[in-house]
């Protein structure tokens, strides 16, 4: 039986269960990354997943009957990023932001589905995340699963040339067939053009970057109204500095 995950500044009403055992299955992760990015109509028997398994897993993620499944990324100074199915009766979204316990808020990093909003990491915060150092026994603990996780959330005009290869890397340890991964890598990261968006930029307002896009609620600084220490310590453990 699934454990009961408590955030109490999150949503009322609703009820929410670690997911943590649905990253064993490589349905998951080609459901997830379909819903949140990619194409949900695409073949999954052409990425080594079974369709009629891919069909139940798509059901479960959105089904609002059940309890809303939550996946977590715990990582340097107490942080945690959160990635939860939330499944209304009339909308299906996928929502990404951060908690410490001592905020007494949540840092929005973006949302997928019928509500989107983002991107909500750059690709440097995005690498450091996957491999960060846990402070947690909870959540997920492999690098390459939280990596896909959070990948979603994406967005970065100035992404180093190996990124691909570390996306479909992932995509095969998580069980994603070989063949197909760097095709589908391609499509997740998408292609970046010189002069492209968004860009990531720390002003003098905050140590938290933000993002050039006026669809990011990150567009203004990340957790806006933590103290000035709170915001310094996330944006260390954002950049690798925790």
């Known amino acids: 039986m699934a ?3 408590y955030i109490p500044e999150y949503l009322e009403d609703c009820e929410l269960v670690a997911g943590e055992d649905l990253a064993r299955e490589p349905a ?3 459901a997830h990354l379909m819903l949140t990015v990619g194409d949900p109509g695409e073949d999954p028997e052409r990425y080594g997943v079974d369709a009629s398994v891919y069909e139940e897993m798509v059901e479960r993620l959105g089904d609002p009957e059940e309890p809303w499944p939550v ?4 990582f340097t100074g107490g942080h945690t990023a959160y990635v939860v199915y939330a499944n209304f009766h009339d909308v299906n979204n996928v929502d990404f932001f951060v908690r410490h316990p001592q905020w007494g808020r949540l840092g929005y990093f973006g949302q997928c589905g019928a509500d989107e909003a983002g991107p909500g990491l750059s690709w440097k915060e995005l690498a450091i995340l996957a491999q960060a150092t846990q402070d947690s026994s909870e959540g997920l603990t492999d690098g390459s699963q939280r ?12 992404m180093p040339t190996e990124a691909r290869h570390m996306v479909a890397q992932a995509l095969v340890h998580c069980g994603i067939r070989s063949d197909a991964a760097d095709e589908l890598a391609t499509i997740l990261v998408g292609e970046q053009e010189p002069d492209s968006e968004p860009r990531w930029t720390v002003t003098t307002d905050s140590p938290l970057a933000v993002c050039s896009s ?7 600084p990340l957790a806006l109204g933590i103290t000035p220490s709170q915001a310094q310590a996330l944006a260390d453990a954002l950049d690798g500095r925790g």
């Open 3 to 5: 454990l009961t995950v």
């Open 28 to 30: 998951f992760w080609l």
């Open 71 to 74: 996946l977590r990324v715990p």
């Open 147 to 158: 990596l896909l996780l959070l990948l979603p959330m994406l967005g970065d005009a100035d």
């Open 214 to 220: 006026s669809y990011s609620p990150r567009h203004i």
